[in-house]
Nanobody, 126 residues
Framework: QVQLVESGGGLVQAGGSLRLSCAVSGHAFSKWAMAWFRQAPGKEREFVAGISWSGGSIQYADSVKGRFFITRDNVKNTADLQMKSLKPEDTAAYYC???????????????????WGHGTQVTVSS
């Protein structure tokens, strides 16, 4: 059974940094694209960043480009999101997701991803 567990959320002042990590159980992690999404209260869930199975293709939402960086470790089965220069509007619950289909390298923003974590809260104070 595949499980995704996010960690690293918390409270940070504007301008600060946080690093989120997503640990994925199961042997197929290295074959799957991974992505991070977020959902703020009263808003729809939105795509934040995605990375292909090899790490060779990376995508970011315009709102986080140059501030957030997604990486993956196919030995440790983790996908991290380094967040810098955080803004109050980055406040949200952050979720990681795994594709579930091997070798996909296309757009992740609108893709139906197969597995989701329960989320970790990020709060940025002004």
């Amino acid at each position: 059974q595949v499980q995704l567990v996010e960690s690293g959320g918390g409270l940070v002042q504007a301008g600060g940094s946080l690093r989120l990590s997503c640990a994925v159980s199961g042997h197929a992690f290295s074959k799957w694209a991974m992505a991070w999404f977020r959902q703020a209260p009263g808003k729809e869930r939105e795509f934040v960043a995605g990375i292909s199975w090899s790490g060779g293709s990376i995508q970011y939402a315009d709102s986080v480009k140059g501030r957030f960086f997604i990486t993956r470790d196919n030995v440790k089965n983790t996908a991290d999101l380094q967040m810098k220069s955080l803004k109050p509007e980055d406040t949200a619950a952050y979720y990681c997701a795994a594709d579930g289909i091997s070798w996909y390298t296309g757009n992740l923003k609108d893709r139906q991803l197969g597995y989701w974590g329960h989320g970790t809260q990020v709060t940025v104070s002004s």
